[in-house]
């Protein structure tokens, strides 16, 4: 059952790093149950301040990737609008898979300056810096997923 436990928790770890390329997936959450699984097995000995802290890491990071894009948005000058029409964009973009999710932000954000009465280029900036804060997150994902696989490994082959 160890075994079994270790592989899945392997296939998760796998998973989540995909999910950062394919955001479909919700790659942080994936590689902390990864962790949880490999906890739950015989090779698995994370404390309960390493669980805890990266708990509280996946849900900021979860939370922080629907709010990052409207970050950048504001940041190359959006209005609350365009930040609106950012954060909407995601959230309805989660139901179209990777491309909805890449681009639901920044046709959000530029929706939101249009309807702002700003001037096409202007909400264009705007739709970039959603695309920038998207690259963003994906980037602080990437950073949270190959630090808990490695976490996940070192405990895994610690333990063989």
Known sequence: MDIALAIIGAVLMV?????CIAPVLPSVPLAYIGIIVLQIS???DFSTSFLVIWAILTVLI???????????????????????GCFVGTIIGVFF?????????????????????????AALKSGL??????ITSTFINLIACVALSFFYF???????
């Open 15 to 19: 998973l989540s790093i995909v999910g």
């Open 42 to 44: 015989a090779y698995g």
């Open 62 to 84: 979860t939370v922080l990737n629907y709010i990052i894009p409207a970050l950048g948005t504001k940041k190359l000058g959006g209005s609350k609008f365009g930040e609106r």
């Open 97 to 121: 898979g990777p491309f909805g999710i890449i681009i639901g932000p920044f046709a959000g954000a530029v929706v939101g300056e249009l309807l702002a009465g700003k001037e096409f280029e």
């Open 129 to 134: 810096g959603s695309f920038l804060g998207f």
């Open 154 to 160: 070192a405990e895994l082959f610690g333990k063989l």
